[in-house]
Structure formats: C-alpha cells, structure tokens
C-alpha cells in the first residue's frame, strides 16, 4: 500500500553521506601524471635537434673534381656489357655538399700494359635501381643522400690492362641554397 510501502533490509546503492566517505580510488593517477611529464620533458631534451649527417663508408674514393669534396665514390665494380665492346662502372655515388646533384659528368681513364692510360672517356652518372637508369636530371641526389649510380662506357679500349680504371669527376651539377 502507499501509506506503508516495504522498503527492502538489503540496500544496493550507497546513499549520499556514505559516497561522501569514500576515498579516492585512484591517488597515484596525479603522481603518474607529473613522472610522465617529466619524462617527456627529458625525451624532448636529449632529442637531437637537427638531422646528424651520415657518415659515408670509409673506403670511398673521393675522385678529384672542380667542386671539392661534394662526391664520393664506393663499392666500385665493373661489368661489361652483354653486347659489344661496351662495360658499365657500377658505384655508390654520396652527395657530401649542400646542393641536390642533378648531373655528374666524370671521366674515365684505362691504364695500358706500362700503366699509362691508353684511352679516358667522358660519360655521365646515371642513377640506377631494380635493373633500370634513370638520368640524375630526373632524380636528383639530395644533400647528405647517397644512391646507386652507373657510369656507361661506350667503347672499352683494346689496349686496357683489365685494372680498374681512374675516375676523375669533371663537372658536377646542381641546385639549392
């Protein structure tokens, strides 16, 4: 009945004054809080602020060119080619300046039987990836960037000793600040 309702023995919820005791459930949230400022605030200082400069490998050969020391040269290899007298110098070609390359023009020379060159060439670097070249116009090599670069050699002197032939950069090419 309304005038005598049967409130049950067994309450479920707690009533306003028992909530109000309650501790809190979860004190070390605000110390969790400050120790995770606290450690990104150490991550954002020892981050290093600027990009470090990769180190080239130290085997490379840093061929003589008119812009200094902006390309180096590693892993050389040679291959000849599958038709005629033609070859290709494979190498890893590392931009050291501060201007994107977009051409590298070197000259080759091959040492005779008395170790004086017989013939030297004039060819340009092309950038070479997954079987295929591509000039460096169309992909230019970035500053601190390195990549695969192939050097055609058109006709293989007759008189060539077979040791690897000196590369001496000519003319570089490029643009930027």
């Known amino acids: 009945m309304a005038t005598n309702p049967r409130i ?26 400050i120790a995770a400022a606290i450690i990104l605030a150490a991550i954002g ?17 840093v061929p003589s060119q ?17 038709v005629g007298s033609q070859m290709y110098i494979y190498a890893r070609l590392w931009n050291d300046g501060k201007t994107a390359i977009n051409g590298v023009l070197v000259n080759v020379s091959f040492p005779g039987r008395d ?5 030297t060439f004039s060819s340009s670097a092309e950038s070479y990836k997954n079987q295929s070249a591509q000039p ?32 001496k950069v000519q003319n570089v090419t490029g643009f930027g600040k």
Not at 17 to 24: A, G, H, N, S, T
Not at 52 to 58: C, L, R, S, V, Y
């Open 8 to 33: 049950p023995e067994h309450r479920e919820f707690p009533t306003l004054v028992e909530q109000k005791r309650k501790k809190p459930a979860a004190p070390w949230v605000l110390f969790g809080i």
């Open 136 to 167: 460096l116009v169309e992909a230019p090599i970035q500053p601190n960037e390195s990549r695969d670069v192939r050097i055609p050699i058109e006709h293989v002197p007759a008189g060539w000793n077979h040791q690897m032939p000196e590369i």
């Open 45 to 61: 200082f020892y981050m290093p602020k600027a990009p470090k400069t990769p180190a080239g490998p130290a085997n490379a050969v």
């Open 66 to 82: 008119p812009s200094g020391t902006q390309v180096r040269l590693s892993d050389i290899r040679l291959s000849t080619a599958p």
């Open 115 to 119: 170790e004086k060159p017989v013939a």
